[in-house]
């Protein structure tokens, strides 16, 4: 599901040659860079833990990895990006990833800390902990590779939210990201500024590079045995994108609201009810069930990715999967997939996943109804004239005849009726008014918080 082109940079060739200027501009040396470093970066490192034997992994916050075609220019400085664990636990390890970039990157001093409010570049003084790899603070990260720092004692608490700092010394031109992260990415001022306190020498990436996780890919804690990892996997919808009022299009003056994914929601009515289940995303915008994205941002086809960001999720017990509006309403070279393509397509991925053993649970296609673009500027301001064709009657049909494959199969273990929830009484096929971003296509906050209510937590509440 395609969101606000500002939003997600698809400004590809200016982005692209901003980010090789920016890296290949003078840097300062390592004596500069150290000599930049406050006296506040000289903190003890974590406590490591070293005997984690038999104890219970837990994924504790996820995104999925999309691309590294659009990156950020970051070579010399420090990247500061903050999200909301959604499992507590006392021993953590942070997990990194290099997956979709053709070059190594280098990271040092990277730092776990606690975000001081929102919006905001500050963390609270003394939660700085600095993370090692193998015992250095310094990692590579080869072309593809993902990485886990080590396991180390740093409390984490549901909901308050964590930053995560590094610095990059060397030359980085890629660098592997989420796309449309719904938070304020910030860059320093050349130099290591990843254990500082204070955001001064942080700004907000500039327009049309921000919303995008860098790097990161997981928060995991050691939690009792009991606890099960649900992965709600899908497009934009999932991802959360329009999710956080007076983001888009206001840079610089903050949010007014943080984590309104539907998985947010999810989560805080499962710890609200006791249940043992953290939740974990794995939603990408623009994401598509058979083809890979029509922007290469947009991500593999869910079918491809399917192992690296579901099956191979550590702790995942459960699977809740919701897409198909891109594959009927995006751009492609030839036809549309049809509904039958589409629910073959479904059916490998029941397969697969209870192939490995989980559990899936199947959601249907929210409407999107009016939600109608010709034009869309994807390099730059010229329009080339493509048309976004969620809230046409052709994909409309193609998701009504799915949604009644979906409600009446009995591969998955279970549905959650999305489109019912969601939809306008007095006008089929919209959105309801007040779960309406404003986009025809996208839930408000107000909208993926009526999806959590949606779910029934039975469905994953057994073995």
Same mark, same amino acid.
């Given at each position: ?69 659009? #990156? =950020? ?6 990247? @500061?990006? /903050?999200?909301?664990? %959604?499992? $507590? !636990?006392? *021993? ?59 396991? #180390? =004692? ?6 308050? @939210?964590? /930053?995560?700092?590094? %610095?990059? $010394? !060397?030359? *980085? ?291």
């Amino acid at each position: 599901m395609t969101s606000h082109v500002s939003t997600f940079g698809l400004l590809a060739f200016p982005a692209l040659a901003f980010a090789l200027l920016t890296a290949c501009s003078d840097r300062p040396s390592q004596q500069e860079s150290a000599n930049n470093r406050p006296a506040s970066s000289l903190e003890k490192p974590c406590t490591p833990v070293s005997d984690t034997h038999e104890q219970h992994i837990v994924t504790s916050w996820k995104n999925a990895p999309s691309d590294a075609l659009i #990156t =950020h220019p970051i070579s010399g400085l420090s990247v @500061r990006q /903050s999200f909301a664990p %959604h499992w $507590p !636990g006392q *021993t953590v390890r942070l997990r990194i990833t290099n997956r979709y970039s053709s070059l190594p990157v280098e990271l040092d001093r990277v730092h776990v800390a606690r975000e001081r409010a929102p919006g905001s570049a500050d963390v609270i003084p003394d939660s700085q902990c600095l993370l090692t790899f193998d015992g250095q603070s310094k990692v590579t990260l080869k072309p593809g590779e993902t990485r886990v720092s080590d396991w #180390t =004692h740093y409390s984490i608490t549901p909901f308050e @939210r964590i /930053s995560i700092s590094f %610095h990059a $010394p !060397g030359l *980085t031109p890629q660098v592997t990201r989420h796309l449309g992260a719904n938070e304020f990415v910030y860059l320093s001022t050349p130099g290591d500024h990843a254990a500082d306190a204070s955001g001064a020498a942080y700004q907000q990436s500039p327009e049309g590079y921000t919303s995008n996780f860098l790097v990161i890919e997981a928060l995991e804690v050691l939690s009792r045995p009991s606890v099960k990892i649900l992965v709600v996997v899908g497009d934009s919808i999932t991802d959360g994108s329009d999710s956080t009022t007076s983001f888009l299009g206001n840079q610089g003056q903050g949010m007014t609201a943080t984590d309104q994914r539907y998985p947010d929601h999810l989560q805080r009515r499962i710890l609200k009810a006791g249940l043992p289940i953290a939740v974990a995303n794995a939603g990408i915008g623009g994401n598509e069930l058979l083809n890979d994205g029509w922007l290469p941002q947009f991500g593999p086809a869910l079918v491809k990715r399917l192992d690296t960001d579901v099956l191979q999720t550590t702790g995942v017990s459960h699977v809740l999967l919701m897409i198909g509006t891109n594959d009927f309403g995006n751009p492609h070279l030839g036809a549309a997939p049809t509904s039958a393509e589409m629910i073959a397509g479904l059916k490998s991925v029941v397969e697969r996943v209870q192939a490995a053993g989980l559990k899936i649970v199947l959601g249907t296609i929210p409407p999107a109804e009016g939600s109608v673009w010709d034009g869309l500027p994807v390099l730059g301001a010229t329009p080339l004239h493509v048309q976004i064709l969620h809230g046409t009657a052709e994909a409309r049909r193609g998701r009504d005849e799915t949604n009644a494959w979906i409600r009446q199969q009995k591969l998955s273990d279970g549905v959650v009726d999305f489109e019912a929830c969601l939809s306008d009484p007095d006008r089929p096929g919209y959105l309801a008014p007040q779960y309406n971003s404003g986009d025809n296509l996208h839930p408000s906050p107000l909208g993926y918080a009526a999806m959590a209510d949606c779910v029934n937590l039975n469905l994953f509440s057994g073995a």
